[in-house]
T-cell receptor, first 119, second 115 residues
């Protein structure tokens, strides 16, 4: 079974600085997707960034970028020029790209990292 | 962007009553919707996968007779917590997978408090 681990329960960053959130995962599959979701105090989950395992190039979305190390099964999120609105819970998630008998693949979430942004 | 709406956003009920939570995809069709439960400061725990027109698939340990899921159309799934008890108090979140693109969108969540 696949697992996702986020070893940092809480992180803090100064406004305008850069912060990196860690995520590791375990799988025996070769084809999968990895995601970072943000859950602000409003509680609605928002997709931050997505990475396909078959792509070697790290995904980037404006101030958000990932460091995807497939061999190490590591998927960290870097937030540059941190803003107060970045304060939220961040979840790393895994989804298999394999299709087992047509079953819909589910997201497997890590335990989350609570990011505080200091003004 | 695509919108998934949950209703009600919060509900308080007495122990022993049943509560229905709706999850609607407002501007797209979704053959698959997922229901999660989230306790304070914890991750999302998948409860069940809801497929339009068929029975839901429940995760291990989730009582299907207690958490009834119906996915009667391509835009609506409902979760009914039957005979609710205080331990069922939680934040319930749905997500919907858009047909064709496979993108996943989350609802705003519904906070259930059972007295």
């Amino acid at each position: 079974a696949q697992t996702v681990t986020q070893s940092q329960p809480e992180m803090s960053v100064q406004e305008a600085e850069t912060v990196t959130l860690s995520c590791t995962y375990d799988t025996s599959e070769s084809d999968y997707y990895l995601f970072w979701y943000k859950q602000p105090p409003s509680r609605q989950m928002i997709l931050v960034i997505r990475q396909e395992a078959y792509k070697q190039q790290n995904a980037t979305e404006n101030r958000f970028s990932v460091n995807f190390q497939k061999a190490a099964k590591s998927f960290s999120l870097k937030i540059s020029d941190s803003q107060l609105g970045d304060a939220a819970m961040y979840f790393c998630a895994y989804r298999s790209a394999m299709n087992y008998g047509g079953a819909t693949n589910k997201l497997i979430f890590g335990t989350g990292t609570l990011l505080a942004v200091q003004p | 962007g695509a919108v998934v709406s949950q209703h009600p956003s919060w509900v308080i009920c007495k122990s022993g009553t049943s509560v229905k939570i709706e999850c609607r995809s407002l501007d797209f069709q979704a053959t698959t919707m997922f229901w999660y439960r989230q306790f304070p400061k914890q991750s999302l725990m998948l409860m069940a996968t809801s497929n339009e027109g068929s029975k839901a698939t429940y995760e291990q340990g989730v009582e299907k007779d207690k958490f009834l899921i119906n996915h009667a159309s391509l835009t609506l799934s409902t979760l009914t917590v039957t005979s609710a008890h205080p331990e069922d108090s939680s934040f319930y979140i749905c997500s919907a997978r858009r047909i064709l693109t496979g993108e996943l969108f989350f609802g705003e969540g519904s906070r259930l408090t059972v007295l």
